[in-house]
């Protein structure tokens, strides 16, 4: 199949070339600047045709152009102005055409990236949506990945992911101004859909990774704020793939009161999750419909109403999974045969009113009525019969790497019955009055929230016959099911609980403009709270920024920024390893210290941004949690206190002329202490140190109680680098690749027994690398004949992408099993392998 696709790509491409001949001429000549130095890479184009071509080191350029034909010739260049010129060539003529451009103002010239709102919020390039290569779908979420500083993530197949140490429920997201959720009862990357962002309705992008404005919420991590457009025009377009397809349309009408975005989009994993090492029949699909509508009655006045359905379905027949792991000399192999099935269900529903009063542009209101819903069920019966063997590691035996000894057999059982459905109402009002001196903001927000949630939950292990735990045998006995031999399950949770609450919220903040005739400054400061009927608890969190622009360092920025970040707990965090809620927990806290610094620069003519943060976030009545692919289970208690600092870099800029590139590095350590926790080493009579299952004297005679103290969190990644590059054909730039690479340490883990100490193992380093090449086959203007079927189009792309393209094996989670003499065994759960995926994106 993969060959199949590679071939009809090419052909597809190399037809295209075949179309429209005609007489041609050529346009040759310098491009130079104002002090006479030749430019090299000078992008020159024909408007409304594709194809082009850049200058050499000399500034010199050689361009096909059709004859007989009035055009208009653009000779662009980062940091310079934009020249076009309309000439008319004979057809075989040469006609020589010399250019000088004129140099921009660096302060004249948008770089993605750069500080824009002295709140500590980046801009993001939403542009970038439609181009970044995506194993999820959720290409908003995965240019957050790539572009914002301090963010990482092990799951290509998720969209979650952790900023500075934080774990994913600890972000922030919000669409105009409307706080979003995501569903509960997700555990795996191959249940998720596609996130509430739909890529094709954003407007505009910022981003935090710390020390943001008091205007927004109560998460202790990152935000993420999101505006969708305001149609000024009609425009369309759809893209489709492998993985699955979407489309959108937009419109106003002709006195621009009423105007309307839309989008509906489509995926399916199957052909990703047929990559897994687990073989079976994968049936997962999502639907969702988005839409915004806006009316604008008065110039002051405006109303709009955002609303979304969306339906995710997962199902799973697992047939077998074979595992090989282990070391040089030491090489298993875990063999499993599944019987049963897994049906998921996660339907959503999010629906926004926004009024909004502005009169000036100094003031304006908003008053914001949401809601949203979620039912979700999640129910399966897995049996899984396993035998683990040795593998041979001889390179000189015949059977080499073949089953030889066998180190246990067993059987494994699997099931849920998992329900739970949540509502959450809200009003809110915002404010903000400008000034030349000051900005004043404010909001108050009141939220019912009704959670019902049903769980029941075991996991049963048989080792070698015996059921494990394993209860004392009473052999012999009438009745073998006495008190004291209960069957005992490896997990059981059994719970049924239901809560309904109100927060109360607002903030008050203001941003000063202290600035003087050498530098500039912008002192931002705020306060928010919170009260919970549930906990009976108030909340006040101030937060100050001050941002520093020298006059005398024009290209230079510094930042400085703190304050506490409370979370109040959702229900994820209230509920236990039991399943039952603990309504008395706290909100956590997260006090912030953050110090930046932002270079603007030139590089061979062009510009770049240099962003560095260092910070350090003091972390206290923490709720201890573990990690599961992307679920998490809480320890449903304050009982924790930590930290976690780095430093973050990222450099973003016209690496090649025309196309802008990010490569980011990130160094980071968080830690918790777990108040409380203890536990005892055993030594035997020679005085040595018991270690059970390879102790041969494991008859205790002495006991040390230790103390762990801080151990990392399951979000410990030491070492981070992201890179994002895009390269296109010098002489035909509408040929493009988009390559993206990720590398990160390893994160802790340890056997499931609940004891945060013993998660001090380290999953393997996450190395992937996605590659994409894109063909721009209908480019912006062009024109075509009255009877063309394209003619309609504004632009037309079609992409390959490989994703792993390194064939690695990236760890997602463990799956641990154990003998009869309880010595136990993680089983790695890989992620997916190379795949390759062709796409179409079309706009009208």
Not at 450 to 473: C, F, K, Q, R, V
Not at 623 to 648: C, K, Q, S, W
């Amino acid at each position: 199949m993969t060959n199949r696709f590679l071939i009809g790509f090419l052909i597809f491409i190399l037809a295209t070339k075949a179309f429209g001949q005609q007489p041609e001429g050529t346009l040759y000549g310098q491009v130079t600047n104002e002090s006479g130095e030749e430019l090299e890479l000078v992008n020159v184009a024909v408007i409304g045709m594709t194809g082009g071509t850049v200058t050499d080191s000399e500034g010199k350029y050689e361009l096909k152009v059709p004859a007989n034909a009035l055009i208009k010739v653009a000779f662009s260049y980062i940091g310079y102005n934009r020249e076009i010129f309309t000439v008319r060539i004979s057809a075989n003529q040469k006609r020589k055409l010399d250019v000088n451009l004129s140099i921009k103002f660096i302060e004249t010239t948008t770089i993605e990236g750069k500080r824009t709102d002295n709140q500590g919020m980046k801009t993001l390039p939403a542009r970038m949506t439609k181009e970044i290569p995506t194993v999820s779908g959720n290409a908003v979420e995965e240019l957050v990945k790539r572009t914002g500083l301090g963010v990482s993530s092990n799951n290509e197949l998720s969209s979650q992911y952790s900023v500075r140490g934080g774990n994913y429920d600890e972000n922030l997201v919000y669409v105009n101004g409307i706080q979003i959720y995501r569903p509960f009862l997700v555990s795996t990357g191959e249940q998720e859909g596609l996130s509430f962002l739909n890529p094709d309705l954003v407007e505009n992008i910022k981003f935090s990774a710390g020390g943001f404005a008091a205007k927004y919420g109560d998460k202790m991590s990152s935000v993420l704020d999101i505006t969708y457009k305001e149609p000024e025009r009609f425009d369309a377009g759809f893209q489709a793939s492998l993985l699955g397809a979407s489309a959108f349309a937009q419109d106003v009408n002709s006195k621009k009161t009423l105007s309307y975005i839309a989008g509906i989009r489509y995926k399916t994993n199957q052909y990703l999750l047929n990559s897994l090492e687990t073989s079976g029949e994968y049936q997962p699909t999502f639907l969702d419909f988005q839409g915004l509508v806006l009316w604008k009655p008065s110039p002051v006045f405006h109303v709009s109403l955002l609303g979304n359905i969306s339906e995710n379905i997962y199902e799973m027949i697992p047939e077998s999974r074979e595992t090989r792991f282990g070391t040089l000399n030491e090489a298993l192999r875990f063999k499993v045969y599944f019987d049963g099935r897994e049906v998921d269900r996660f339907r959503t529903y999010n629906s926004a009113l926004t009024l909004r009063f502005e009169p000036s542009d100094e003031f304006n209101i908003r008053l914001i009525a949401a809601a949203y819903r979620s039912d979700e069920s999640e129910t399966y019966d897995i049996q899984g019969q396993y035998w683990l063997d040795e593998l041979e590691t001889d390179l000189g035996a015949d059977d080499f790497a073949s089953a030889g000894i066998n180190r246990g057999v067993g059987t494994y059982l699997e099931h849920a019955r998992n329900y739970l459905k949540a509502d959450v109402f809200s009003v809110k009002h915002m404010g903000s009055f400008l000034n030349e001196k000051w900005n004043l903001h404010w909001g108050l927000k009141a939220q019912r929230e009704i959670i019902n949630d049903e769980m029941w939950e075991y996991t049963m292990l048989d080792s070698a016959g015996y059921s494990l735990p394993h209860s004392p045998d009473n052999i012999g006995n009438m009745f073998p099911f006495t008190p004291d031999n209960t069957l005992e399950m490896n997990k059981l949770i059994v719970s049924e609980s239901s809560i309904s609450s109100t927060r109360y919220s607002g903030y008050l903040q203001n941003k000063w403009d202290l600035s003087n005739e050498q530098t500039e400054y912008y002192l931002t400061t705020g306060m928010r709270f919170q009260y919970w009927t549930l906990n009976d608890e108030w909340l006040i969190s101030p937060r100050l920024s001050i941002d520093i622009d020298p006059t005398w360092e024009n290209d230079i920025t510094y930042r400085l920024a703190g304050g506490v970040y409370y979370q109040p707990p959702f229900f994820r965090e209230m509920r236990g390893f039991d399943g039952r809620l603990n309504t008395d927990i706290q909100a956590q806290r997260s006090i912030h210290a953050v110090a930046g610094q932002y270079w603007d620069f030139l590089a061979w003519g062009r510009p770049f941004h240099f962003a560095t943060e260092i910070y350090y976030k003091h972390l206290d009545n923490l709720i201890p949690y573990e990690v599961d692919n992307v679920r998490l289970r809480y320890f449903a208690d304050n009982m924790a206190h930590g930290y976690a600092t780095g430093v973050d870099m990222k450099i973003n800029g016209e690496f090649v002329n025309g196309v802008e590139s990010y490569a980011g590095l990130s160094v980071m350590q968080t830690q918790a202490d777990i108040e409380g926790d203890y536990y005892f080493e055993y030594y035997n009579s020679d005085g040595e140190l018991i270690v059970p299952g390879f102790s041969v004297n494991d008859t205790p005679v002495d006991s040390v109680k230790k103390e762990p103290g801080y151990v990392p969190r399951p979000t410990d990644r030491r070492v981070n680098f992201t890179l994002y590059f895009q390269d296109y054909l010098p002489k035909n730039p509408t040929y493009k690749m988009h390559l993206n690479l990720v590398f990160g340490t390893g994160l802790p883990f340890g056997p499931p027994s609940h004891e945060r100490y013993k998660d001090t193992l380290r999953m393997p380093s996450y190395k992937r690398v996605d590659i994409g090449f894109s063909k721009q086959l209908i480019a912006e203007d062009q024109g075509f004949r009255a009877n063309s079927p394209f003619r309609h189009f504004e632009s037309i792309w079609v992409t390959l992408e490989v994703f792993n393209l390194l064939q690695n094996n990236n760890t997602v989670s463990y799956l641990w099993i154990s003998d009869i003499n309880n010595r136990q065994y993680a089983i790695p759960k890989y992620l997916t392998s190379r795949r390759i995926n062709f796409r179409l994106i079309a706009k009208f």
